[in-house]
């Protein structure tokens, strides 16, 4: 069985960093396509970025230049490095685990899913 755990996140002002981190068990990150999403209140849950094969790295472009996504396949672990922090980057951020080939960009896409971790950022 798939559990991905989430940690890393918090309240930071605006321009500060986090690095957000997803702990998988039960399931290889370097054989598929990993994602993160967030959702804010009262909002879709929105694709933030994908790495696939711990190479091929994928952002929207509202997180693109100031996000880094990474993986460590030994640790069977992705990580989200934010910079550059806005407030309206506020929201939950869940990573994702897909279970065919292929990276999306669509919640639906995504088979696994973690309980999320808040992030907050200030102005």
């Known amino acids: 069985q798939v559990r991905l755990v989430e940690s890393g996140g918090g309240s930071v002002q605006a321009g500060g960093s986090l690095k957000l981190s997803c702990a998988a068990s039960?399931?290889?990150?370097?054989?598929?396509?990993m994602g993160w999403f967030r959702q804010a209140p009262g909002k879709e849950r929105e694709w933030v970025s994908n790495?696939?094969?711990?190479?091929?790295?994928y952002y929207a472009d509202h997180v693109k230049g100031r996000f880094t996504i990474s993986q460590d396949n030994a640790k069977k672990m992705v990580y989200l490095q934010m910079n550059s922090l806005k407030p309206e980057d506020s929201a939950m951020y869940y990573c994702?685990?897909?279970?065919?080939?292929?990276?999306?960009?669509?919640?639906?896409?995504?088979?696994?899913w973690g309980q999320g971790t808040q992030v907050t950022v200030s102005s």
């Open positions: 790495i696939s094969g711990g190479i091929f790295t």
């Open positions: 039960g399931y290889a990150v370097g054989d598929r396509c």
């Open positions: 994702a685990a897909r279970f065919v080939s292929g990276c999306a960009q669509s919640a639906r896409e995504f088979g696994a």
